[in-house]
């Protein structure tokens, strides 16, 4: 008996082989392998290397630090105040605004975790929006945050130049004129050497800055709490005298009484202060160089953004409580680039305030460590698929792409010099534009995923399962919102925006075009993961 079963068995296994043979889609499989095999020997892949050649060193504390590196900054430190007078109205409500930031900021980094988690290489955003979504998308995506992170770090330098020279001040150390324009190279071409070293150096310049700029933090924090308006003012008026004073608090109490405060008037805020979230996706560039990186990055930034969040708001909820919204706007309207420090060097002994004022000084310097990297990093993976020259994929001797970010360095310093003659709110614009138009095609890329290629996601250690759809989606709409506020807020940024994008699309067509009569397959080489 079971003889015969299995030879019923045999015969109809055979008959299920013979049918399917014949069936239409094994027809197609069979003509899609043939089409394969002949355009592999016709054509070549455009990676420029059999691998990338990056080496794995950052662990998930890395991440962290990195993450809390890139976005503890400038933004806080100068937007905080500022806002003030970019969005007359929104007078003690600043806390509430960085919460509203920290929505599309958490949800994007959701969102990016769980694609590093998937597709761990270098060039971040790149090559997540080109093998998850599209890839002339993927680069326009990278283009736009690659332009706002040479902006951004320009700016950095500029304000850093700005801080130390009010340091020097407080100490009373005279400057000459040009000392703004030979700190800002200097700041430059140092962060260019600590990245070019790479390594040791980079891991702990990035943490010691961490650890002087968060003790600051804290201080300022744990003082804001501890003492309330009336000892600020009552100090304020023995400084500054108390007409002065009085006429500060009733100028900058008038600003705003043609815009009062309302939910519009808070998405605007949330728009601008957005800045200061900005970097979360430095690390996530290197993702080629972190160990374990499908657990760790996502553990590392995640986490990061949770405690920026949570840091952001104890920082402008505790300022605010000290000092009084009318004569932070009233003391910008005569002075626009006042700083937390010298509003509360009007009541700290002296050596406390030059303490914070260093402090201020390392936590905006020290974002172009990471900034330097996560751009040079976009560099280095465009030109590793053939959609950039080849030189810029080349590593020096310590596994950096030096050429990348010595290009990063030319634009920023270009940046830099700019900013002394247009101003530096335009270029903040300009960077928050397009950091988040890359933001929502990250969105979109999971969106994408989770419909036409679920599989990518399945594999990936770090997974919001369920989740996936409404949180890249609110992350998509949020970021939409913050986009179009910024667009209505400073319409000039747009216009550079858009003719930037037109500059990406020339080179992007041009090299793609290029890589084709060179009788390269672009579109297998996008269907590929950059090979380590």
């Not at 409500?93 to 597709?119: D, E, K, Q, R, W």
């Not at 761990?120 to 706002?148: E, H, I, K, Q």
């Not at 996936?468 to 925006?497: D, H, K, N």
Request: with cysteine; charged share 15%.
């Amino acid at each position: 008996m079971s003889e015969e079963k299995i030879s019923v068995d045999k015969d109809h296994v055979a008959k299920e082989v013979d049918r399917l043979s014949k069936s239409v889609y094994f027809q197609y499989i069979q003509a899609q392998t043939k089409t394969l095999r002949d355009r592999a020997a016709k054509y070549q892949l455009g990676f420029v290397a059999e691998k990338t050649g990056m080496k794995r060193g950052f662990s998930a504390a890395d991440v962290f630090v990195l993450t809390c590196c890139a976005v503890i900054g400038l933004g806080i430190s100068e937007q905080t105040l500022m806002i003030q007078t970019q969005m007359p109205g929104i007078d003690s409500h600043v806390p509430l605004a960085f919460l509203v930031g920290a929505v599309p900021a958490l949800l994007v980094a959701l969102c990016y975790a769980t694609l590093a988690s998937s597709i761990p290489r270098s060039g971040g955003d790149y090559v997540f929006v080109s093998r998850g979504f599209n890839p002339f998308l993927g680069f326009w995506a990278s283009w736009a945050r690659w332009f706002g992170i040479a902006l951004a770090i320009g700016l950095i330098a500029f304000s850093t130049a700005t801080l130390m020279a009010d340091w020097l001040d407080l100490l009373a150390v005279p400057i000459p004129s040009y000392f703004r324009i030979i700190v800002t190279f200097a700041a430059l071409i140092l962060c260019s050497i600590v990245n070019l070293r790479g390594g040791r150096l980079f891991s702990w310049a990035v943490r010691a800055s961490v650890a002087i700029f968060l003790g600051g933090g804290l201080l300022m924090i744990i003082f804001g709490i501890t003492h309330n308006q009336s000892y600020f003012l009552d100090l304020a008026k023995s400084r500054l005298g108390a007409d002065q004073v009085t006429f500060l608090m009733e100028k900058g109490r008038s600003l705003p009484s043609h815009n009062p405060f309302d939910f519009t008037l808070l998405l605007k805020a949330a728009s601008v202060l957005f800045f200061a979230y900005l970097g979360l996706e430095m690390p996530i560039a290197a993702s080629g160089e972190v160990e374990d990186p499908a657990t760790a990055i996502p553990r590392g930034s995640v986490v990061a953004m949770i405690f920026v969040t949570v840091y952001y708001f104890a920082y402008s909820a505790s300022l605010y409580h000290f000092l009084p919204w009318e004569f932070v706007s009233g003391y910008l309207s005569t002075n626009p680039t006042t700083n937390p420090i010298t509003l509360y060097g009007l009541t700290l002994p002296h050596y406390v305030a030059v303490l914070l004022a260093f402090s201020l000084i390392i936590a905006v310097v020290s974002d172009i460590f990471p900034w330097m990297l996560g751009a040079s990093r976009i560099v280095f993976a465009w030109a590793f698929d053939g959609l950039f020259p080849r030189r810029f994929a080349k590593l020096n001797d310590r596994g950096i792409p030096s050429q990348a970010l010595i290009l990063t360095y030319a634009v920023s310093t270009l940046v830099a010099l700019g900013c002394y003659f247009s101003g530096y709110l335009f270029t903040i614009d300009l960077a928050t534009l397009s950091i988040l138009w890359t933001y929502l095609l990250v969105s979109m890329t999971v969106l994408s995923v989770s419909f036409e290629k679920p599989m990518l996601l399945k594999n990936a250690r770090f997974r919001l399962g369920k989740l996936a759809i409404p949180i890249a989606l609110v992350a998509f709409l949020m970021s939409l919102i913050l986009f179009g506020g910024v667009i209505v807020s400073s319409w000039r940024s747009f216009l550079v925006f858009s003719a930037w994008s037109m500059v990406g699309l020339g080179v992007y067509r041009f090299m793609y075009q290029r890589r084709l009569n060179e009788n390269v397959d672009m579109e297998a080489t996008f269907a590929l993961i950059p090979p380590e």
